[in-house]
């Protein structure tokens, strides 16, 4: 019991120190494009994180979490999840794609078409990742995460 308790005060350190970088790196990268972007720009970006941070929610579908939370995980089940994620991340993708004159025409920015297309394959890599990262975080290496 003690070694678990001891992974888990050290998950939880790195898992803090892994969020509290991105919220720095994030924080830095925001002041740096506002000070380097017009108004208009700036807000063009904004959409696009929008449309990135809603498509990214539906490209888990929580089969992620699933890896990490079951007891016994075959290579079969871990197969299965990476596909499945690796299919919807592409297909996200090609939507995207695809639509992008729509979504930017639906959110009323006609510029937006064309940063859409460039973050596109953000939800391919997502899909690509997801299934690593479960099993890192199941055997509690939480360092190489962070």
Do not use: C
Not at 41 to 50: D, K, Q, S, Y
Request: hydrophobic share 55%; proline share 3%; glycine share 8%.
């Amino acid at each position: 019991m003690s070694q678990l308790k001891s992974h888990v005060v050290r998950g939880t350190r790195f898992a803090v120190a892994g969020r509290l970088l991105r919220a720095l790196v994030g924080i830095a990268t925001l002041s740096i494009l506002s000070r380097h972007l017009t108004p208009q720009e700036f807000g063009i970006m904004a959409l696009v994180a929008f449309v990135a941070a809603f498509a990214q929610i539906l490209a888990d579908f929580g089969t992620r979490v699933a890896i990490v939370q079951r007891r016994d995980v075959t290579k079969l089940q871990e197969d299965s999840v990476f596909w499945t994620n690796t299919a919807i991340g592409a297909a996200i993708m090609v939507l995207i794609l695809v639509f992008a004159e729509q979504i930017s025409w639906l959110l009323g920015s006609d510029s937006m078409a064309g940063p859409l297309r460039w973050v596109s394959p953000i939800f391919l890599m997502g899909g690509l990742q997801g299934v690593p990262l479960s099993v890192l975080e199941r055997s509690f290496a939480f360092g190489r995460l962070a």
